[in-house]
């Protein structure tokens, strides 16, 4: 398991390196939890092999992936949320500074949750054990309160999805009598319009013309309303336009679609493979660990670890630009 984990996620990161296309916001986090996957096979399983089920270092090196894995999915949903929900303000807010000052954050949290328990580790015996369990009880509660939180963001995502997607079929169906219609034209002008303003690049906003353009804007002057002026296009040229426009617009949708789905699966099956690990750690916060089966800390220690394998299955067979990258690769090999 341990091999395929390593084989998996360093081709994950690999197509990141040599593939320009991969490199966009998003994937910087894929990467991210690619590399936390990566510590499942070069950290934990070899500590887990040398040492006995229960011992600090085990518990040490859990905690970390743990929180390191839940830090990084909390990365890439900040990353949709903004993406979907406030596309004006994304490059604006994820900027190469901010990006590198959260993956900073991601990864230096886990190592303070971990090192904390040496603050009292020099106390006796009974104070130590209480913290300990105070310690449990409060790293659970980040855990499920993520895990809320994480859930609910992707609640809002979807349902400002479903808005795209009725507001795109709505103008669809509207481009069949628009041919015959010219209020149905200025409608779809008007909508089509509005909805690519939505989806404008921030940078776009912010972009001057030379005057080359300036004299190429002034000869072909489209308003949203589809009012002619002494330079207006003629009524056909303004239907391609628009279908130039609702077909980008169309695929930007579809393709967020696809994308928040995966990541919604990716969160479903990190929840689902710790939830194991999770409860050993509450039982052990209520001082009820005794009343653990023992097979339960093998399925969360196999849990986990199928997990770090999953990930990059979904990633590279189910994301457009990484399956696009790895087929790359193959048809430049057999050629």
Known sequence: MAIAILVENVTVCALFAVNKKLRITTN?????????????AVLFVPVYLATPIGHEANLYVVTFLLFSSLFNLCGV?????????????????????????????????????????????GQDLQTSVMINRIYLGFMVSIVFSACVMI?????????????????????????EPSEQSSTTSIEISSCVTTLSSIHAESASLTRVLTPGEE???????????????????SQKSLRKLRKIRFKNYSEKVFSDVRAVKLFAIVILIFIICWLPAIIINFMIAIDKVASIPHFIFDVSVYAFVANA??????????????????????VCRCK
Not at 216 to 227: D, K, M, V
Request: glycine fraction near 2%; aromatic fraction near 14%; charge should be positive.
């Open 28 to 40: 910087v986090f894929v990467i991210s939890l690619a590399v936390s996957d990566l510590c499942v």
């Open 77 to 121: 949903t900040y990353d949709r949320y903004h993406a979907i929900l406030q596309p004006l303000t994304y490059h604006s807010v994820f900027t190469s500074l901010r990006i590198a000052h959260l993956l900073f954050a991601i990864w230096l949290v886990p190592l303070v949750l971990i090192l904390l328990p040496l603050s009292w580790s």
């Open 151 to 175: 859930s609910k963001v992707y609640f809002s995502i979807f349902k400002a999805i479903r808005r795209q997607l009725r507001m795109t079929r709505h103008v669809k169906g509207m481009f």
């Open 215 to 233: 004299r190429a804007s002034q000869e072909f002057n489209l308003t949203p309303l589809g009012i002619k002026t002494h330079n207006t296009p």
């Open 309 to 330: 394998m999953v990930n990059p299955l979904l990633f590279t067979f189910y994301k457009a630009d990484y399956r696009e990258a790895l087929l790359q690769i193959f």
